[in-house]
């Protein structure tokens, strides 16, 4: 079964100490990984899409990377304003549709304190 | 607004009774999907729409769930029979029409079934 696993489940950092968050994925006919921010009561915002493996994307203290099996969200010197929930998603074929699908993990709540 | 619009924000209802919710997509969008979101689970995929037909509708939890889209643009989900379980936030994305485009999402709407 497919199946998308984030961690760590919580991260705490103070403001300019960066880190990374994790997603591990097993998915047949992977089409492509996604990174999104929730903050409370709202929907997802999209961030990132990645490809394929080596691929990069960085906006701003933000930079993703993929690799065959995972993806890590590396936030450089982290403010306060980027606490939110980090959630990553992968993408697969459904039948009768060039469209997909997103598989989603369940996430990680990134706090930044000052 | 240019996103995904969702209808109503909250919904309370007694055990029982229908609901319908509502999504309104981004404009030129041709796809759409309808996902929930339950306390401490990832998003749970329940069906999509390529224009007005939905091919596959296997992420429906029961046969109390339904969906329709017309025009190729306003989405509707309904829940008849409310239960307990369905309680959830439940959010809509709409994407362009091919694959591996990012798919974007309203704020969803809270339902809660007493």
């Known amino acids: 079964e497919d199946q998308v696993t984030q961690s760590p489940e919580a991260l705490r950092l103070q403001e300019g100490e960066s880190s990374s968050l994790n997603c591990s994925y097993t998915?047949?006919?992977?089409?492509?990984l996604f990174w999104y921010r929730q903050d409370p009561g709202k929907g997802p915002e999209f961030l990132f899409t990645?490809?394929?493996a080596g691929e990069e994307k960085e906006k701003e203290r933000l930079k993703a990377t993929l690799t065959k099996k995972e993806s890590f969200l590396h936030i450089t010197a982290p403010k306060p304003e980027d606490s939110a929930t980090y959630l990553c998603?992968?993408?697969?074929?459904?039948?009768?549709?060039?469209?997909?699908?997103?598989?989603f993990g369940r996430g990680t709540q990134l706090t930044v304190w000052p | 607004g240019a996103g995904v619009s969702q209808s109503p924000s909250n919904k309370v209802t007694e055990k029982g009774k229908d609901v319908e919710l509502r999504c309104d997509p981004i404009?030129?969008?041709?796809?759409l999907y309808w996902y929930r979101q339950s306390l401490g689970q990832g998003l749970e995929f329940l069906i999509y729409?390529?224009?007005?037909?939905?091919?596959?509708k296997s992420g429906l939890p029961s046969d109390r769930f339904s969906a329709e889209r017309t025009g190729g643009s306003v989405s509707t989900l309904t829940i008849q029979r409310t239960q307990q379980e369905d309680s959830a936030v439940y959010l809509c994305?709409?994407?362009?029409?091919?694959?591996?485009?990012?798919?974007?999402f309203g704020d969803g709407t809270r339902l809660s079934i007493l």
């Open positions: 990645l490809y394929s």
């Open positions: 998603a992968v993408q697969a074929m459904m039948r009768g549709s060039t469209l997909g699908r997103l598989y």
């Open positions: 998915v047949s006919g992977l089409r492509g």
């Open positions: 994305a709409s994407s362009l029409g091919s694959s591996n485009q990012p798919q974007h």
């Open positions: 404009s030129g969008h041709t796809a």
């Open positions: 729409f390529q224009g007005n037909s939905a091919p596959d």
